[in-house]
């Protein structure tokens, strides 16, 4: 399990996301972190193991336009968060475009957060943040 978390890059923006499942119920929230097969967000609805959601996930406006990213997910968990009006949800990733994929590894190497080392030995090109950020899931 240590090892999946590794994989995983936490972003130093907490992009928007929507989804909305079968039955029409939506969820508004953040992304918090990624892979290419797989995400968390934190948001205002639970949803059961096993939903398919319809998802889109805002791009961050000032660097890349004023895009989405569209595609479908299913749902991996769902646990309540410290508010009580919140639910961090853990979602595998399903029928993604290729320019969907495309783009999220371009988020992933643009805009992930760095540790403290790895942020002293990065290219200054990229956008960093060395954490600290009170919207982040304590899985």
Known sequence: MDSR???????IYRLRAEAQDDQGRLFNGHL?????????????????????LALTVDLPH????????AF?????????????????LGLSLEDMS????????????????????AADEADDSLVQNRGGDPFVHGR
């Open 5 to 11: 978390r590794k994989d995983r890059t936490r972003f």
């Open 32 to 52: 918090v972190d990624v892979t290419l097969d797989g995400m968390m967000l934190i948001g205002n609805a639970s949803f059961d193991a096993g939903t398919r």
């Open 62 to 69: 000032n660097t890349m336009g004023n895009g989405q990213m």
């Open 72 to 88: 479908y997910a299913q749902v991996r968990w769902c646990d309540h968060e410290a508010d009580p009006d919140l639910y961090a």
């Open 98 to 117: 290729a320019q969907s994929r495309q783009t999220l590894e371009e988020l992933m190497v643009r805009f992930h957060e760095s540790s403290t080392d």
